[in-house]
């Protein structure tokens, strides 16, 4: 699986940190109304394979306007190797692999 590096900025304090995540939470509450039942549930089995195979790392959801996205956030070397190993699933997924420097997200449709 092809793998794109996304270079994000963390916020300087913890305030501006928890604003963030709380933004962050309220965009993908909003976003999540406009997809279906089915794409819903092709979320959550995405997410149950990546936390399956991420067991040491916390995952989640995110919604976004055009796509989705599973996270496994701070990702140990052991779950780095779990997660290599169910990528070639997760391509036949329809998913695309992108990394920050905490994070390796999964993003699809």
Request: proline share 1%.
């Amino acid at each position: 699986m092809q793998t794109k590096h996304l270079d994000t900025v963390e916020a300087d304090s913890k305030q501006a940190k928890l604003f963030a995540t709380l933004n962050a939470q309220q965009r993908s509450r909003e976003a999540e109304a406009q997809y279906t039942k089915a794409q819903k549930q092709k979320a959550q089995e995405i997410f149950e394979i990546v936390r399956a195979a991420a067991i040491r790392s916390k995952c989640y959801i995110t919604y976004r306007d055009k796509f989705m996205t599973v996270t496994a956030y701070k990702p140990k070397a052991a779950d780095k190797l779990d997660l290599g190993r169910v990528e070639k699933q997760l391509e036949q997924l329809g998913c695309e692999k992108a990394t920050t420097d905490q994070s390796i997200i999964y993003r699809f449709i």
